[in-house]
């Protein structure tokens, strides 16, 4: 009993230990492209990301929904996920016949270009939150707010008659707010814990210094990779001693074929300042073993050291070459004296 009443302590103490490793989160968003080109020709195609994870796809070409995980189905029922695909088919005919009707009305041009983007999150304590926004042409024109569709702050004038026309459809407004507040955290709930193993994965980063080209004369540009880390949040600094140096530059997180990640920090320093400095790493499957590298210098040099290996080498054996030339000379002059 004491230990379980122990555990919560325990996992408050650890996440105020670290508060620099981002805390994870898992959104689930969905979204839809719905392009048409004319009066007659449209598609709709979407997508589903859990956090970093994608798990579904829906083509246009298709009636059903394609999982991309096991664990996509969560812990949805086949009847209560048969009754999930039929009211988003029915969704995505509506849909396509509304906008093409609204065409019409507010006599828009073809062709229209619209992105949906809606999900929810569910946080501790079994509170959720969510979101619905429309984008037409890349701009935001319309989203979900509670219980109505609100035009966006800098959405062109047309949009509110079609708003008008949305929020007078009091079905439509129940169904959105049915799938926003109940189906989608019951989704997400069992999306968890059906995928918890996958979600939970842990891969340690593996670090290593370099420099990088001279920003500008007298000094140098320190480079801190950190590869093969899985999950996404990290944290990586350089530093000196305890204290953070401010000029940490970071490269955009890019992906590595195996599904870990890839993040560069740089600093630009003065090259007498360099010594000293150390580039901290901090990530959740490192368990609070920040990664510590500090810079040697050698780093900087690994080049040049490599040249003057080669420049001696080839040095040396000019040198043999030459001797030897010089020794079958010497030696034949002697034969002719
Ligand atoms: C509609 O657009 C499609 C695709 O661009 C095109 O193939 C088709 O001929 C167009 N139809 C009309 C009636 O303009
Ligand atoms: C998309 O699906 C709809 C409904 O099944 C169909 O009418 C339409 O032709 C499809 N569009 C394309 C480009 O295949
Ligand atoms: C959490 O909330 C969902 C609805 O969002 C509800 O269906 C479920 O019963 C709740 N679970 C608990 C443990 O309160
Ligand atoms: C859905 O949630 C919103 C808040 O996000 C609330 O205003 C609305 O009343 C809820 N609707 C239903 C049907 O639960």
Redesign the pocket.
Known sequence: MRSLLLLPLWALLRVWGSPEVPQRHFPFRCLQISSF??G??TRTDGLAWLGELQTHTWSNDSDTIRFLKPWARGKFSDQQWDMLQHTFRVYRTSFTRDIQEFVKMLRLAYPIELQLSAGCEVHPGNTSTNFFHIAHEGKDILSFQGTSWEPAPEAPVWINAAVGVLNRDQGTRETVQWLLNDTCPQLVTGLLEAGKSELEKQVKPEAWLSSGPSPRPGHLLLVCHVSGFYPKPVWVRWMRGEQEQPGTQHSDLLPNADWTWYLRATLDVAAGEAAGLSCQVKHSSLEGQDIILHWGGSHASLGLIILAVLVCLVSLLALIVGLRLWLKRHRSYQDIL
Do not use: H
């Open positions: 080109a004319n007659s020709w």
